[in-house]
C-alpha cells in the first residue's frame, strides 16, 4: 500500500517539477531584485514611449504599441520597466540605422537583436509546435524557413524574417518568455539572452553575483534613469 502511496505522489509531483525545473536548477542567492512589478496606476504606454525616445528620438506609436502587445500576450509585461530597459540597451530601440536593419558585430539584428542561428532554433523547436501567439500577433510565415535545406539559404531567409520590426519583436516575446520559464527568472534570463545557458550555469557553480556583470548592471543604471522621464505614477 506504502508503494502504491508513493507512485501516485511522484506521478502528481513530477508533472510540477517540470513545469519549474529551472526555478529548482538555476535558482541563485542572489535576491537584489529589478525595480518590481507594475500597478494598476502605472501609464505604460506612457513609460515605454518616453524611454524609448531618450534613446531613438524617431521612435513611433506603432513599435511601442507591439512591444507592449508582446509583453502582455507572452505574460512578461510585469516585467516590462526592465525589458524596457534591456531593448535600450541592446539597440538604443532601434529597428534600422542609417536605412538598413541594424546589425551587430556577432550578426544579431534588429531591435531585439536576435542572432539568426537562434531564431531558427526557436522556429524548429519552439514556435513550430505551438504557432498560434505568433499569428495572433501578426507574424509573417516562418515554415519556408524550415523546409529549406541549403544553409546559406535558409540563413537568408531567417534574416529577412528578422528584418521585419513587429517579426523581431515577436521572436522577442518568444525568448524571453522561455526564458524566464526555463532558466528561473527575470534576472537568469537576461544572462541567458546576452551570453547564453552554460555562461550562467558556470556563473552560478562559481557564485559569481549576477549583478556585477556587465550586462545586468548596465540594463539596473539604464532603468534607473529612465525613472525620471515619466509621470508620477510610475
Known sequence: MKVKLLILFLMLLIPILSNNIGYFLFKNNDNKEFSGEINDSFDIKNYVLNSFKKYNKNINTKTVNKFIEVCDSFKIKNNIKTLTAQICLESGAKQTLNGKTLES????LGISQVTPY?????FKNIISKDDRLLKD?????YKNILVTDDKKL???????WLCNETNNLIMYGYLMNHC???Y????????VYSKGPYFLRKSLKSNIELDSLHYISSIRIIEKSLKTLTNKNI
Open 180 to 182: 524566464i520559464i526555463k
Open 137 to 141: 500577433l501578426g507574424g509573417s510565415d
Open 184 to 191: 528561473g527568472g527575470l534576472k537568469n534570463s537576461l544572462v
Open 118 to 122: 537562434t531564431a531558427y532554433l526557436f
Open 105 to 108: 558585430s556577432g550578426n544579431a
Open 154 to 160: 535558409r540563413r537568408k531567409k531567417v534574416q529577412k
